[in-house]
């Protein structure tokens, strides 16, 4: 039987044993629990996140480099790698291929099944909704069928409506 | 109202001590981290962006009703010891206490409700409780946020639900936690193993005064890990059970020290009495501690159950800005010791002592 290993800090007994992988080099420390708990080690909080953005680096690099710049914010991938945290809501669309694998990791689910605040949803149905009459009616002047076309028009009149007034139960459907 | 009436006000929690039904809880606290849509967070907004977004939120939220009478200013309108006050009170966090401009705070006047803005994200809403009442709490919350969001366009997809700063609070940008007082666990040093338990069930421990802080006076917060993939109520039950086997733990580790040695116990509890009543230079994690047994004796029927609001009250008057606000000048860390042991020993003069040990309980010479 061999010694036990050494808490790398006070040389008792290690229970402890940790290993990271920093710029792919690997880190072992070995800690007896009075050291792991005082270094943190034992809160998830402290030390999983450096390891997901490790590990969502790695299996993403080919798909993540389309989308390195946050357009509306300017926010950059190196930037979250370093900090952890995002520059504005829209970084999430941008920088999916990052997020999508660490979420999985990092918390019960991939997918929001919680509150659901009844304003910013209407907002985006209504966004959606242009965003799909503008492609009809794009198809539609192609195609040369002004009858729809000019339907289309005025239901983009109508949604773009429905937005400008900001009160409280705003109708989705046209 | 302004901030120095506030801090004169009686609190949530230095005025409604936690129930002795569930004295194990402090209390519990609920936060959920809300965005507006289309602007930068706030570690990324710029000066100008950041006061923008400041102005908006305080106008909204002090526009709310729980928030009629409130204190609604700027952080670089506080000053530093009205800060540690908040902190210490759990009303804002350190991180909000240190930021510069474009950061500021509503709280009500009961201080159940305090609302911070451009923290890590634009809002972190809290609302507070005394004693285990995270039901109570989470009604109290969802309402705020739906009446917030009537005023405020909130950054929400319906795939990752609300978008925070942090990937790590994305889905609810909810954090359930309660305030444990776990003294028995401590002493027959069973923490460890609790934390490493609480851990796989997807919940944290820390200390007092959040991450990284310690764990002075046995009092530690559990909350939730994740926030995403399960609907606020769920993550709350998750907790809640969680909570009550902890509680539970509890309550049997204090019965195993009642058994094994009821005389050290009781000594324990006897010295801290003794140093609370007649010393004159205290830390304030030494009163932490004293107060933490005096809690226990209250548990255990050494002193009377009407003494515990006495106890929960010192455990945020003893802490370095409440003792500085006391005297109302400056103080070096030495006199606040001293200050802090003055005011104890003021408050356990008139204080009970402790009845002598129930006879089952102590072995005989």
Redesign the interface.
């Known amino acids: 039987m061999g010694s036990p290993l050494k808490c790398d800090l006070c040389s008792k007994p290690a229970t402890v044993h940790l290993t990271q992988i920093v710029n792919n080099k690997v880190h072992k420390v070995d800690l007896c ?1 009075a050291c792991a ?1 005082a270094k ?1 080690v ?5 030390f999983s ?1 450096a390891d997901l953005l490790m590990k969502a680096s790695l299996t993403n690099e080919p798909t993540a480099t389309s989308a390195t710049r946050c357009e ?2 300017g ?1 950059t991938q190196a930037e979250f790698k370093k ?8 970084c ?1 669309e941008t920088f999916a291929a990052i ?1 999508e694998p ?2 999985g990791t ?16 209407s ?2 149905s209504l966004h959606d909704r242009l965003s799909a009459l503008e492609g009809e009616l794009d198809n539609a002047i192609k195609s040369e069928r002004y009858e729809d076309a000019a339907r289309y028009r005025d239901e983009i009149v109508q949604v773009k409506q429905a937005f400008a007034p900001k009160a ?1 139960g705003e109708s989705l459907r046209p | 109202m302004t901030i120095q009436s506030l801090i004169e006000t009686p609190s949530e929690l230095t005025s409604s001590a936690s129930s002795s039904k569930c004295a194990v809880v402090l209390m519990t606290r609920i936060r959920l981290a809300r ?1 507006l ?5 706030p ?2 907004a710029d000066a100008d962006q950041r006061s923008e977004i400041l102005a908006t939120c305080r106008e909204a939220v002090g526009a709310l009703n729980p928030m009629k009478r409130s204190v609604n200013v700027g952080v670089t309108d506080l000053n530093e010891l009205q800060k540690l006050i908040l902190v210490e009170r759990h009303l804002i966090s350190r991180e909000l206490s240190g930021s510069k401009s474009g950061s500021g705070l509503v709280i009500n006047r009961d201080q159940t409700v305090s609302v911070m803005i451009n923290e ?1 994200d634009h809002l972190r809403i809290q609302v507070l409780r005394a004693g285990f009442q995270l039901k109570k709490a989470w009604n109290a919350i ?1 309402d705020f ?2 009446a917030l ?2 005023k405020l ?11 925070t ?4 609070n ?3 940008g ?1 954090r359930a936690s309660a305030m444990m007082h776990l003294p028995a666990l401590v002493i027959s040093g069973q923490m ?1 193993k609790i ?2 338990a609480v ?1 796989q069930l ?1 919940m ?3 200390g007092l005064f959040g ?2 802080s310690d764990a002075s006076g046995s009092i530690f917060q559990i909350s939730n ?8 109520e769920e993550i709350i039950k998750r907790l809640q059970s969680v909570l009550q086997s902890i509680i539970e733990h509890e309550l049997n580790a204090r019965q195993k020290l009642l058994e094994a040695d009821p005389r050290k116990l009781f000594d324990k509890i006897g010295r801290a009495y003794g140093i609370l009543q007649h010393s004159h230079v205290l830390s304030s994690a030494e009163a932490m501690n004293l107060l933490s047994l005096l809690r226990l004796g209250i548990d255990l029927q050494i002193f009377p159950e009407d003494s515990r609001p006495v106890i929960d009250r010192l455990f945020i008057e003893a802490q370095p800005g409440h003792v500085q606000h006391a005297v109302q000048h400056d103080l070096e860390a030495g006199e606040r010791d001293g200050m802090r042991a003055t005011r104890l020993r003021d408050e356990f003069a008139r204080f009970p002592a402790p009845a002598t040990p129930p006879p089952s309980g102590a072995k005989p010479d």
């Open positions: 629990e708990q943190g034992t809160d998830p909080n402290g996140l509306q914010c926010f900090h952890g945290r995002f520059g504005c809501p829209h999430y997020v660490m979420l990092m918390h019960k689910g991939t997918t929001h099944t919680g509150k659901v605040p009844a304003r910013a949803v907002r985006k409280e | 965005n849509s289309g602007r930068s967070f570690g990324w890590e969802n946020d739906s969001e009537e366009d909130y950054a929400f997809s319906p795939r990752w639900g609300y978008l700063a942090c990937p790590t994305l889905g609810t909810m460890e934390v490493r851990n997807g944290v421990v820390r991450e990284g890990q994740t926030t995403l993939g399960e609907p606020e």
